[in-house]
């Protein structure tokens, strides 16, 4: 091997290499970005419509079913989703994940644009926002205090706001609990009934009376001044002198029939920490910004931020994500030390050799360094993905260095020189170092490819690995050479040191265990019955995993626990704002002494909803419980999950739902069940029966549907005839209807570099029976009664509309308790659907959410598994020049699968996203054993030794470094799959299925293998 020959003739030069690479990984390990999620682009656009005082219904019609229809012919569109609720319309876009999701915005935008006309005059333009998972809310302050909530608005708005982004890294700071400050003229309803006028009188005179126009240039020998025509007010007192009527000489001014005053526009959300009046400030960070340095940045700023608040104000860190994600990180890399300790100790026991020890102490670590480097290079970050990848390595990368240090101490103890054993040594184990690292890769490939929202995470995850094995071949041809060649000295004659005797023991105990390896495998060749005995008892153990694997069932990934809770509210629709306080301060009361509770920020009228969304409505609430972090407390998620759902069982009039968040961020449930058809009646019956169906299963909570009892609504229908004897447009009522209610911006009030929307309404009063009483203008001092122009019906509007793909939709959702898998609780809610639904024709129903994620991610995992064991094979044929030899060597797939299988059930894991991944990385891992040995046998038939006793022979001398192999790559991901710190639930299932897998293949391989190659080959073959 050149790289070796180079390696040991010119060691100054390779180890300027060497270390030139050190470096750079060190240096790239400084600046690598630490985050949750690896970096993608996903899918996402979110379309929000404004329209304010429209009912769910309306927006249904005049704004959703219009934006459906234009973006449905944007290509690569996969879902469009409408949620039509009270004021507003959110349209969630899925693209394939080919689309250029900037490209396709564009195209959304330009789709909208030629619609907007056809909009109803006061729905405001749409907003178009490209889903980001690392453009996350990282950081969750509270800024409370002792003034009036519409000045701890004002200034968390404009202030505090504008310091907190222009931190570096920062994107944005979310405002909840509070509204913009605006100018309200609050119209007296007699007084303008009495002068005839209505508010739309006042709305026209503000248009056409308050406003600032540009008017152009002129010159005044050799003078240029620029000329605009200024109708602004400085002073909003002055705005009540403005003339509203001039009547035979008799004025009507502002003042005279109204007040102007400094308002907020009307309260839609409140917000509190531990039950105090509170803004709830949440800061989101860029999308290539280094999380975990925006939340320290954002928090060094706290003291400045602190240090200019105005007295009586108090800003409250609540939680951050970076505390979370660096913890993440540090345990994991423990759990990488960890693995190299474990890893080494094994080494030194095979071993007792200290300088051979210090050869695989330097080059593992340093395997991990360099990549670190390659990693920075292909934009990788440090995340849950790659993390994983590091942790998978430690066990999978120490393989290539142990055939290496293996080969080369083998031949320095018969020769005693060192540089002639690395050289001689490294090239003797080139064609099964190739081979393992060949079937390492090729398996990779596929992961790579995968076109699914789970292959976008396990993209990086697998280029990490990719680099990690090609570093660490690297380095097995390198440096593992160069060191031996250095630091290998041979023992002194007559030594009685320790540690050779211990070597001599330990080897003379070892050397009898191949001995007795040995005769079992002969036995086996002479005794057919015991060897098909053996056979029997491994495939009735592939059975019974295979029966096993039947009951794991599938699920996405695990959720960890990140000392949050989310506890969702939602009360009967006809709650105001006022009532729903009320409510939820009970709900706070019930929580205070809730073990490990730090804080409380509850948000009221907005909510997290599913990926790129938000519910609103007065009726909502939301409780973010943050707990003490998980290595600081005793009590596990599960059980404080436990806690607050029993503090819950005897809340009445809500439907309560406790969520872990999801580490992409907002509120999801784990079952998102849609029934689709066209009648909203239907479709709500279907989701209420199927909700009793399933109400019964065990492991299934938090049940719920989309379906609501209607919010009161009243209906002003115009009597037109009466219009039209009047003369009155029945638009012009309308208007009018919204001015007295509503409000509406009749122009800008500038000061002090401000803009304040100018809002024009009648006087506030309560009770539903004024509508009929209002008074509209007639002949001057002779106002019309609403009543007799318009009939006002009492009924019920509809809080949420949902529309999947243009049809209608109704959704049940459900969470699932910790023994029961997503993809087991789906096939039995199928099944009981299909059996018992009862369903009318043109009505079906689809799962979505997370269960269409994990099926997607799970056929492409089936597609990457097919193709590579397909590789691995046309590898090992390339490498071994034989097609017989892969197929043989293809038996330890199944023996790994024993282990995993077992390995899941035993440690109560199911499939998850990142164990079956680990299963097809595991294709061209768990054959790195049977290639040593078949490697070592075709070495036996070359030197013209009888096949029988190669394949005998080649197991034996090989028996060493597959144990040691084994033992260590067992040991080096025993952290990785029992490690306890936080974040390990995500690796841990991984872990384990390595583990197993690993386990396994290794010990059976070494009994199965002689003996298939005995029963399949011919003895006239053999005895050649």
């Given at each position: 091997m050149f790289l070796s020959e180079a390696s040991v003739k010119r060691p100054i030069a390779m180890s300027a290499c060497i270390i030139m690479l050190t470096l750079l990984g060190l240096n790239s390990a400084r600046k690598l970005g630490l985050e949750l999620m690896?970096?993608?682009?996903?899918?996402?656009?979110?379309?929000?419509?404004?329209?304010?005082?429209?009912?769910?219904?309306?927006?249904?019609?005049?704004?959703?079913?219009?934006?459906?229809?234009?973006?449905?012919?944007?290509?690569?569109?996969?879902?469009?989703?409408?949620?039509?609720?009270?004021?507003?319309?959110?349209?969630?876009?899925?693209?394939?994940?080919?689309?250029?999701?900037?490209?396709?915005?564009?195209?959304?935008?330009?789709?909208?644009?030629?619609?907007?006309?056809?909009?109803?005059?006061?729905?405001?333009?749409?907003?178009?926002?490209?889903?980001?998972?690392?453009?996350?809310?990282?950081?969750?302050?509270?800024?409370?205090?002792?003034?009036?909530?519409?000045?701890?608005?004002?200034?968390?708005?404009?202030?505090?706001?504008?310091?907190?982004?222009?931190?570096?890294?920062?994107a944005d700071v979310q405002l909840v609990g509070g509204a913009q400050?605006?100018?309200?003229?609050?119209?007296?309803?007699?007084?303008?009934?009495?002068?005839?006028?209505?508010?739309?009188?006042?709305?026209?005179?503000?248009?056409?009376?308050?406003?600032?126009?540009?008017?152009?240039?002129?010159?005044?020998?050799?003078?240029?001044?620029?000329?605009?025509?200024?109708?602004?007010?400085?002073?909003?007192?002055?705005?009540?002198?403005?003339?509203?009527?001039?009547?035979?000489?008799?004025?009507?001014r502002i003042k005279d029939i109204g007040t102007v005053v400094m308002a907020t526009e009307e309260m839609r959300q409140q917000a509190s920490i531990a039950g105090r009046p509170c803004v709830a400030i949440r800061v989101v960070k860029k999308s290539d910004a280094n999380a975990v340095q925006v939340v320290h940045a954002v928090r060094a700023a706290m003291t400045d931020l602190e240090r200019f608040l105005p007295g009586g104000l108090e800003l409250v860190w609540v939680a951050d994500d970076g505390g979370f994600i660096e913890a993440l990180n540090n345990s994991a890399w423990i759990n990488v030390i960890q693995g190299i300790l474990l890893t080494s100790l094994v080494l030194f026991l095979f071993l007792y050799n200290i300088r051979s020890l210090l050869v695989v102490g330097i080059t593992m670590p340093l395997t991990i360094i360099i990549g670190l480097f390659f990693m920075d290079l292909s934009n990788l970050t440090l995340n849950v993905s790659s993390m994983i990848a590091i942790g998978l390595s430690v066990g999978i990368l120490v393989t290539n260095s142990i055939v290496v240090l293996e080969a080369i101490i083998k031949r320095f103890s018969r020769t005693g020189n060192a540089r002639d054993a690395a050289r001689l040594g490294t090239s003797e184990a080139t064609v099964a170092v190739l081979a393992s690292v060949g079937t390492n890769v090729v398996v990779l490939f596929p992961l790579v490819m995968m076109h699914s929202m789970i292959g976008l995470f396990i993209k990086a995850l697998a280029i990490t690995m990719l680099i990690m094995t090609a570093v660490s071949l690297f380095v097995s041809f390198t440096l593992t050479p160069l060191l031996c060649s250095i630091l290998l000295v041979p023992p002194k004659k007559n030594s009685r040191s320790l540690l050779l005797r211990m070597e001599r023991g330990w080897n003379l105990g070892f050397n009898g265990l191949i001995r007795w390896y040995r005769a079992l495998l002969e036995f086996n060749e002479r005794h057919r019955l015991a060897a098909v005995v053996v056979l029997l008892i491994v495939a009735g153990l592939f059975l019974l995993s295979l029966s096993v694997a039947g009951r794991l069932g599938t699920s996405m990934v695990t959720d960890s626990d990140q000392g949050?809770?989310?506890?969702?509210?939602?009360?009967?629709?006809?709650?105001?704002?006022?009532?729903?306080?009320?409510?939820?301060?009970?709900?706070?009361?019930?929580?205070?002494?809730?073990?490990?509770?730090?804080?409380?920020?509850?948000?009221?009228?907005?909510?997290?909803?599913?990926?790129?969304?938000?519910?609103?409505?007065?009726?909502?609430?939301?409780?973010?419980?943050?707990?003490?972090?998980?290595?600081?407390?005793?009590?596990?998620?599960?059980?404080?999950?436990?806690?607050?759902?029993?503090?819950?069982?005897?809340?009445?009039?809500?439907?309560?739902?406790?969520?872990?968040?999801?580490?992409?961020?907002?509120?999801?449930?784990?079952?998102?069940?849609?029934?689709?058809?066209?009648?909203?009646?239907?479709?709500?019956?279907?989701?209420?029966k199927v909700g009793d169906l399933v109400a019964p299963f065990e492991g299934v909570r938090d049940i719920d549907t989309t379906v609501r009892t209607g919010k009161p609504e009243l209906r002003i229908l115009p009597r037109r005839e009466v219009l039209s004897d009047r003369k009155i447009p029945a638009i012009e009522v309308g208007m009018n209807l919204r001015a007295n209610l509503e409000g509406v911006t009749a122009g800008t009030f500038k000061k002090d570099a401000r803009n304040y929307d100018i809002v024009v309404k009648l006087q506030e009063e309560t009770g539903k029976d004024q509508v009929d009483a209002f008074l509209l203008p007639g002949e001057p001092g002779r106002p019309v009664l609403l009543n007799t122009l318009a009939s006002v019906e009492e009924g019920r509007s509809p809080v949420?509309?949902?529309?999947?793909?243009?049809?209608?939709?109704?959704?049940?959702?459900?969470?699932?308790?910790?023994?029961?898998?997503?993809?087991?609780?789906?096939?039995?809610?199928?099944?009981?659907?299909?059996?018992?639904?009862?369903?009318?024709?043109?009505?079906?129903?689809?799962?979505?959410?997370?269960?269409?994620?994990?099926?997607?991610?799970?056929?492409?995992?089936?597609?990457?598994?097919?193709?590579?064991?397909?590789?691995?094979?046309?590898?090992?044929?390339?490498?071994?020049?034989?097609?017989?030899?892969?197929?043989?060597?293809l038996v330890?797939?199944?023996?790994?699968?024993?282990?995993?299988?077992?390995?899941?059930?035993?440690?109560?894991?199911?499939?998850?996203?990142?164990?079956?991944?680990?299963?097809?990385?595991?294709?061209?891992?768990?054959?790195?054993?049977?290639?040593?040995?078949?490697?070592?046998?075709?070495?036996?038939?070359?030197?013209g030794v009888p096949r029988h006793k190669a394949m005998i022979e080649a197991a034996c001398e090989r028996f060493r470094p597959v144990v040691m192999i084994t033992i260590a790559a067992v040991l080096g991901m025993l952290p990785l799959a029992f490690g306890r710190g936080i974040g390990a639930e995500m690796r841990n299932g991984a872990g384990i299925t390595m583990l197993g897998g690993i386990l396994s293949s290794g010990v059976l391989t070494l009994l199965v293998l002689p003996i298939l190659y005995d029963f399949f080959t011919s003895k006239k073959s053999k005895s050649r």
């Open positions: 690896p970096k993608i682009d996903v899918p996402y656009i979110t379309v929000i419509t404004a329209y304010p005082g429209a009912t769910p219904e309306e927006i249904e019609t005049d704004i959703a079913k219009r934006i459906e229809d234009a973006v449905v012919t944007v290509d690569g569109l996969k879902h469009v989703t409408s949620s039509s609720m009270e004021n507003v319309c959110q349209t969630l876009l899925e693209f394939y994940l080919d689309v250029d999701v900037d490209i396709a915005a564009t195209d959304v935008r330009e789709k909208l644009d030629l619609i907007q006309a056809d909009f109803p005059e006061d729905v405001e333009d749409p907003i178009i926002q490209k889903f980001d998972i690392n453009a996350v809310p990282i950081v969750n302050l509270a800024l409370a205090g002792d003034l009036p909530i519409d000045e701890i608005y004002d200034y968390a708005d404009n202030t505090l706001r504008d310091r907190i982004t222009t931190i570096q890294g920062v400050r605006e100018v309200h003229i609050r119209l007296d309803r007699q007084k303008l009934a009495a002068r005839g006028l209505s508010s739309m009188d006042v709305v026209r005179t503000i248009q056409q009376g308050i406003r600032t126009i540009p008017s152009g240039n002129l010159r005044d020998g050799g003078t240029e001044y620029s000329v605009k025509f200024d109708a602004d007010y400085e002073d909003i007192e002055d705005i009540g002198e403005l003339e509203i009527a001039n009547i035979d000489g008799q004025r009507s949050k809770l989310f506890v969702k509210l939602e009360f009967p629709t006809e709650y105001d704002l006022a009532k729903t306080t009320q409510r939820v301060k009970e709900a706070e009361s019930r929580l205070r002494d809730v073990p490990e509770l730090k804080h409380t920020l509850t948000t009221i009228g907005k909510v997290e909803g599913t990926v790129g969304q938000t519910s609103e409505g007065v009726h909502l609430a939301q409780l973010l419980l943050k707990f003490s972090e998980r290595d600081e407390r005793n009590l596990t998620m599960e059980s404080i999950i436990s806690e607050v759902r029993s503090r819950f069982a005897d809340y009445p009039g809500a439907i309560t739902t406790v969520n872990i968040p999801p580490i992409i961020g907002g509120q999801s449930s784990d079952v998102e069940l849609e029934i689709i058809g066209e009648e909203y009646d239907t479709l709500d019956g279907l989701a209420l949420l509309l949902t529309r999947k793909d243009k049809r209608r939709v109704s959704k049940l959702y459900a969470n699932l308790g910790p023994g029961l898998p997503l993809g087991t609780a789906v096939d039995r809610i199928s099944e009981t659907i299909d059996a018992e639904g009862d369903f009318p024709p043109q009505y079906d129903y689809q799962f979505g959410g997370r269960y269409e994620v994990m099926a997607e991610g799970l056929e492409g995992l089936a597609e990457a598994g097919i193709i590579s064991i397909v590789l691995v094979v046309l590898m090992l044929a390339a490498i071994l020049e034989s097609f017989k030899q892969p197929a043989l060597i330890t797939l199944p023996l790994a699968l024993i282990g995993t299988f077992l390995g899941l059930f035993w440690t109560g894991n199911s499939l998850g996203i990142f164990e079956i991944m680990s299963i097809v990385m595991m294709i061209g891992i768990v054959v790195n054993n049977a290639i040593l040995i078949v490697d070592q046998f075709n070495v036996h038939v070359r030197e």
